[in-house]
């Protein structure tokens, strides 16, 4: 299995790939296509859901 690390820096290499190859479309006159999504990875999500859990504004009992 690959660790976090690793994981993480390929998903940065990917998205500089997909950076590099829109602005080499963009220079040569060719059609640029819309990059793709960056995939979060699962570090990403949880600290999202965790700053989600501190954020949430409480609900009033009735």
């Known amino acids: 299995m690959i660790d976090k690390v690793r994981l993480g820096r390929l ?3 990917k998205q500089v790939l997909d950076d590099t190859e829109a602005e080499i479309a963009e220079l040569l006159g060719g059609d640029v ?3 793709r999504r960056v995939r979060r990875t699962r570090e990403q999500i949880a600290a999202d859901e965790r700053a ?3 954020t949430a504004i409480p609900q009033p009992q009735l």
Request: proline content about 11%; cysteine-free; glycine content about 0%.
């Open 33 to 35: 296509e819309k990059p």
């Open 52 to 54: 989600a859990q501190q």
């Open 11 to 13: 998903v940065e290499l």
